[in-house]
């Protein structure tokens, strides 16, 4: 399951594509076309409360062997993980699912829950989607 920033919709679809040519099965965010047009589609309570994508994204997560997070810079924040990527990080956690990351967490002086991202102890892919395993 490729989870991040629904801002990265487009690289969510390469990445898969990528992935896919390792010979991974890969899922990718419900509505990942729909923010393709619209990024701040998942910023949407009303979207978000109707399609209860938090709930359909973690199905995902948990139906899956393990999660790439791909953690872009974004908003001035190196390695950017926002607060529902953080929260299908701790569900891959709980149920011991394999967790990397595209780049190094975010420092804890930049993003509060940087330290609980590291507590998870995800396998940082240094860009390489190669090295998922």
């Given amino acids: 399951m490729i989870c ?12 898969k594509a990528k992935i896919e040519k390792l010979g991974h099965k890969v899922r990718v965010p419900s509505d990942v076309k729909e923010c393709l047009d619209n990024p701040d589609l998942n910023m949407d309570l009303e979207y978000c409360m109707r399609t209860n ?11 899956s062997d393990g999660i790439v997070v791909l953690n872009y810079d974004k908003n001035g924040i190196k390695g950017y993980i926002g607060g529902a990527t953080l929260m299908e990080i701790g569900l891959a956690r709980h149920l011991n699912k394999k967790i990397f990351l595209l780049q ?6 930049e993003l509060k829950y940087a330290l609980e991202v590291k507590v998870a102890r995800p ?10 395993s």
């Fill in 104 to 109: 190094d967490p975010p420092d804890e002086k």
């Fill in 53 to 63: 994508i938090d709930k359909q994204d973690f199905d995902q997560v948990a139906k």
């Fill in 123 to 132: 396998v940082i892919l240094n860009g390489d989607l190669t090295r998922i």
């Fill in 4 to 15: 991040g920033s629904m801002h990265f919709s487009k690289e969510m679809l390469e990445a």
